[in-house]
């Protein structure tokens, strides 16, 4: 069972980067790791996913070690918007362990 | 854009009575997904069906059943609440039951059980 953990929550201010880090040492050869978001009384979003090495897209940079148990979502200059839960999903070779952690509460300060 | 539709957005119920809740999507997936979030706590998922006419179980599938109705629409059921099942539920889909295919969610439901 892929089981992830991450920091339970984390604060940080208007402009500043943020590193959310998430720790998946029984990730499968073929598992994807991916993160999403989720406001209150909305479903979670997703945000960005990777394999390995480095992805970015418009919104975010995903850092894959190359062990790959762990993985770093980057947020770039946050902003009061971004105040939200996030959540790292690794499968653990099995759709039956689709199952999210705790998620980190990230606050963003003005 | 619709993307995934759950109804109802809130339901109390008492226990021992049964409700069926929907979810329908438009975005032709092939998979579709049963989860509930309690408290704190991140999604857990109850069933899922990697295609139309299949259905397994997830990790918390006891109370539960679904039907996979056809592409578009997969509904979870419950046969006789129980205040344990208060939570909210949230139904998704992606393109193809994949580790690589991000799933979409709907904005769930929220059910109480008195």
């Known amino acids: 069972l892929a089981k992830t953990t991450q920091p339970i929550s984390m604060d940080s201010y208007e402009g500043q980067e943020v590193n959310i880090t998430c720790s998946h040492n029984?990730?499968?050869?073929?598992?994807?790791i991916t993160w999403y978001q989720q406001f209150p009384s909305q479903g979670p979003r997703f945000i960005i996913q990777?394999?390995?090495t480095k992805v970015t897209n418009e919104v975010a940079s995903l850092f894959i070690p190359a062990d790959r148990k762990s993985s770093t979502l980057s947020l770039p200059r946050v902003s009061l918007s971004d105040t939200a839960v996030y959540y790292c999903?690794?499968?653990?070779?099995?759709?039956?362990?689709?199952?999210f952690g705790s998620g980190t509460q990230l606050t963003v300060l003005p | 854009n619709a993307g995934v539709t759950q109804t109802p957005k809130f339901q109390v119920l008492k226990t021992g009575q049964s409700m069926t809740l929907q979810c329908a999507q438009d975005?032709?997936?092939?998979?579709m997904y049963w989860y509930r979030q309690d408290p704190g706590m991140g999604l857990r998922l109850i069933y899922y069906?990697?295609?139309?006419?299949?259905?397994d179980k997830g990790e918390v599938p006891n109370g539960y059943n679904v039907s996979r109705l056809n592409k578009r629409e997969f509904s979870l059921r419950l046969e006789s609440a129980a205040p344990s099942q208060t939570s909210v539920y949230f139904c998704?889909?992606?393109?193809?039951?994949?580790?690589?295919?991000?799933?979409?969610f709907g904005d769930g439901t929220r059910l109480s059980i008195l």
């Open positions: 998704a889909s992606s393109e193809i039951r994949a580790t690589n295919q991000p799933q979409h």
């Open positions: 029984n990730i499968a050869t073929n598992d994807y």
């Open positions: 990777g394999y390995k």
């Open positions: 999903l690794v499968e653990g070779g099995s759709a039956r362990q689709l199952t």
């Open positions: 975005m032709n997936h092939n998979s």
């Open positions: 069906s990697a295609s139309e006419g299949t259905t």
